[in-house]
């Protein structure tokens, strides 16, 4: 059975990347940094739902109520609109208005400086911080929009359930959502037992 991780990694490697990623990084380069993102959105996006090795703990309380599958793809559509995962601001480079992380992120009330200063970075740790402050913002605008595009322009505004720009976001979305569906249907049917190759059935003892 393929796993969320792989259908991000997946997903992350077929969008368009950022011009400059051409000749800022190598194709192995490339494939390495985009896995430590899709590492990070599956981690991310497991803790934010207290799945497996967070559940039961009480370092964990849920922020996200959908399914993890939809957090992901959130995850890779606002930080493919936000910074096109480009390994510059990805590394630490600040984008508009100084915000950081591919996710572009600024600090404030539910991110206090100092933790937001620690977010930037190529590596597991710093990117996996990233992707959950990005979970725990996405999750405030659902809890506070109650839908996708409401959550997608607070995300972008951080102030109004209604933005010009989410129905692109939204798009963007829609698409990852089901191509993800769809990866993973083809994962099953792959693993699914070809006709008459299931188990063979034991033969009566005795006559017949």
């Given at each position: 059975m393929i796993g969320l991780r792989e259908v991000v990694l997946g997903l992350l490697l077929h969008l368009p990347p950022w011009y400059g990623?051409?000749?800022?990084e190598t194709p192995v380069q490339r494939q390495d940094r985009i896995g430590v993102i899709a590492q990070a959105i599956d981690d991310?996006?497991?803790?934010?739902?207290?799945?497996e090795d967070w559940a039961g703990s009480d370092l964990c309380t849920p922020v996200w109520f959908g399914e993890r599958v939809d957090l992901a793809m959130l995850l890779v559509t606002l930080g493919w609109w936000e910074s096109r995962f480009a390994?510059?601001?990805?590394a630490g480079a600040p984008g508009a208005g100084g915000a950081?992380?591919?996710w572009q992120l600024e600090h404030g009330e539910h991110l206090p400086w100092q933790r937001w200063r620690a977010l930037p970075g190529l590596?597991?740790?710093?990117?996996?911080?990233a992707a959950w402050e990005a979970s725990r913002a996405i999750s405030l605008g659902m809890g506070h929009?109650?839908?996708?595009?409401?959550?997608i322009s607070l995300y972008a505004t951080g102030q109004s359930c209604s933005w010009s720009g989410a129905d692109r976001r939204l798009r963007t979305y829609v698409h990852l959502r089901s191509r993800a569906e769809q990866l993973r249907h083809a994962a099953r049917v792959?693993?699914?037992?070809?006709p008459g190759h299931g188990p063979a059935k034991a033969r009566r003892r005795g006559g017949g």
């Open positions: 990623d051409a000749t800022a991310a996006s497991l803790r934010a739902v207290c799945g390994r510059y601001v990805h950081l992380t591919p590596k597991v740790v710093p990117t996996t911080e929009c109650g839908t996708v595009r409401g959550a792959r693993h699914l037992p070809s």
